[in-house]
């Protein structure tokens, strides 16, 4: 089970990156997936989650209406298309997954027993 984000970067504020969190080793239909994010000095925290089904989704109170988290089961790849960015939002984001069987969203990093490496968003003039 693998867990490779990308997509990261520098960007200067109200710019748009789209990070991509692509799954190996398992097939990403069964699996309900988080992303989130830790700046320096701060704790971790959720940003977005999506269902298996991808019918079900929810956002941090600081992303709605900026972030849309997706997915495309047939690539095995689950995206995260961040707009109106911040210098707020500048941190590493992580992806992680989970079986699931209920077509649920997860909200907290403690769900998740799989997690990707992360990946750098900066966000500055």
């Known amino acids: 089970v693998q867990l490779v984000e990308s997509g990261g970067g520098l960007v200067q504020p109200g710019g748009s990156l789209r990070l991509s969190c692509a799954l190996s080793?398992?097939?990403?239909?069964?699996?309900?997936i988080g992303w989130f994010r830790q700046a320096p000095g701060k704790e971790r925290e959720g940003v977005s989650c999506?269902?298996?089904?991808?019918?079900?989704?929810n956002y941090a109170d600081s992303v709605k209406g900026r972030f849309t988290v997706s997915r495309d089961n047939t690539k095995n790849t689950v995206y995260l298309q961040m707009n109106s960015l911040k210098p707020e939002d500048t941190a590493v984001y992580y992806c992680?997954?989970?079986?699931?069987?209920?077509?649920?969203?997860?909200?907290?990093?403690?769900?998740?027993?799989?997690w990707g490496q992360g990946t750098q968003v900066t966000v500055s003039s």
């Open positions: 080793g398992f097939t990403l239909n069964y699996y309900a």
């Open positions: 999506i269902s298996n089904s991808g019918g079900s989704t």
């Open positions: 992680a997954a989970r079986l699931d069987a209920f077509r649920r969203c997860y909200n907290s990093g403690s769900d998740y027993p799989h």
